[in-house]
Every structure is written in C-alpha cells, then in structure tokens.
C-alpha cells in the first residue's frame, strides 16, 4: 500500500525567508505526486503536480518542488515566503495500483510566517 | 469557473440524527470522494464513486454511507450521527485519468 509522510507538523518561519516543508511517499511502482494549499476555513487547492518529465515541477504563488525517485521525495519550497503563504499545505500521491484516481494524502504542515 | 458545491459550510446536528452532506459538481467527472480532515490525521477516506450508482469504501467506512444517483451529485450519508463524527468532510472530484482533485470549500460538522 501507498503512504505518505510529512515530518513536520508545523514550521514556523520568517517572511522572506526560504522555506522547505519535507514529503517522502512509499510506492513500488510508478506515481504522481501533488501538493495541496488549505488557507483557514477554506477546501484545499492545487498548488502544483508532477506526472512525468522534469523533476523540478513549478507552481503557483512562487512555489516550485523537486522529484526525487532514488530518496522516494517530493519537497516543496520557495525562496522567499510571505504572511499569505501561512496555511496548512499536503502533500498526496497517487499510483497504478490505485488507477491514479485516488489520491492518498499525509497529514499535513502547518507553515507559520512571522513578520 | 469549474467548481466542486458542498450545499453547507457549518451544520450542527444532534446525535441519532440522520445527516445528509452534499456535494454538487459541475466538470462532468466520473470520480467523486468524500473525506474527512482531523488534526493530526490529514485527510481520510470515507468513500469514493467512479461512476453513477457506483460506490466504494475507503479507510473509514464504518457509520457512513452514500449515494450517487446523477453523475454531477454525491451524497455522504450519517445513518446516526454521533459525537466522534464531528469533523470536517470535503468532497473532491477528478477526471479519469487522475491528474489531482478538485475540492470544495468542506462542510464543518458538529455533533452535539
């Protein structure tokens, strides 16, 4: 079965500060992989998603994460955060054995962005 | 704008309650989920339909049920509400094919 761990609970971080929030998957076969912003009462919203290609997969808001096959990793970052990138954000993966339409997803990080 | 319609954003209901949490979209995707969101616990998977009158248990069936009875709709049925089912539920939709969700805005459920 597929998992998804995301490490970090919380990170709390500076504005304009650089910030990677961590997303290793376990999968013995092909995946693709996502990550989803939440802001506070609101559904999640797709930030960016890698299916095939380059490994470095550009989103919105200035985000960007790299595939990484051999560490089973997809990080997100961006180099320089603002306080409207405070929400929770998902990482999710989806693979052949779930007929890529079933997204499993992991618990979540919490970015804090302080002025 | 392509959109995924949860009809309430707060319920509160009592238990033994039968409720009934909706979910509308308007993309023409074969695929529906309904999760729920906890702290600490991410989302999880109640069910999932990939056609009309299809359905399939996800993580957490047990207490729920639903119904697909139009491709554009998906309800998420609490046969009897109770206290540990206060949550919040999010519905998704997706293409066949699987190039990630979309969702809507979630419905925060009290059960009092």
């Known amino acids: 079965a597929q998992s998804v761990t995301q490490l970090d609970s919380q990170v709390p971080v500076f504005e304009e500060a650089p910030v990677e929030l961590r997303c290793n998957y376990s999968s013995s076969v092909s995946v693709y992989l996502f990550w989803y912003v939440q802001y506070p009462n609101q559904g999640l919203q797709l930030l960016l998603k890698y299916l095939s290609g380059s490994t470095l997969v550009k989103g919105i808001n200035g985000f960007e994460a790299e595939f990484n096959k051999s560490q089973t990793s997809f990080h997100l970052r961006k180099p320089s955060v603002h306080i409207s990138d405070t929400a929770e954000y998902f990482c999710a993966v989806s693979s052949m054995n779930t007929g890529f339409q079933k997204l499993v997803f992991g618990t979540g990080t919490r970015l804090l962005v302080s002025p | 704008d392509v959109k995924v319609t949860q009809s309430s954003r707060y319920l509160v209901k009592r238990t033994g309650e039968k409720v009934f949490l909706e979910c509308v979209q308007d993309?023409?995707?074969?695929?529906m989920f309904w999760y729920r969101q906890d702290p600490g616990l991410g989302l999880r998977l109640i069910y999932f339909?990939?056609?009309?009158?299809?359905?399939e248990k996800g993580d957490i069936p047990e207490g729920y049920s639903v119904s697909r009875e139009k491709k554009e709709r998906f309800s998420l049925i609490l046969e009897s509400a109770s206290t540990n089912q206060t949550s919040m539920y999010l519905c998704?939709?997706?293409?066949?094919?699987?190039?990630?969700?979309?969702f809507g805005s979630g419905t925060r459920l009290t059960v009092v």
């Open positions: 993309m023409d995707h074969e695929n």
């Open positions: 339909s990939y056609d009309v009158k299809m359905k």
């Open positions: 998704a939709s997706t293409v066949t094919g699987g190039y990630g969700y979309t």
